[in-house]
């Protein structure tokens, strides 16, 4: 009994915060910009305007820059924006890694085809 108590605590403590969606699901939903993941198929409705990187590119930006995804994706659509872009589709993404604390984000600025 002693023994199944804590591997219940543990397992209850895994499924509670486990989540299907991911954090930012909510905060995106509120952008005027859409969003095409990496892995989702080619929109039909849209043609590639440019394309863009983002991500660290020196060590000015590695102590400046929050590098979370959540920012790493608000920095995308700002940037799409900017370049009169109606949504992203993000092509590569990559996650922090040892060597490197920030994500890094590749995608097409898209405009809807006339």
Known sequence: MKKLLPRLFFALLVVGCSSTQPS???ERS????????????????????DEIF??????DDMINMDCGYLSTLNLATDEAKKMGGEAIKITKIE???VGYQCYRLYALVLTECK
């Open 24 to 26: 930012y699901w909510i």
């Open 30 to 49: 509120n952008l005027d910009i859409e969003i095409f993941d990496e892995g989702y198929p080619f929109p039909e409705n849209y043609c590639i305007k």
């Open 54 to 59: 983002i991500g660290r590119q020196g060590i």
């Open 95 to 97: 996650r922090p890694s």
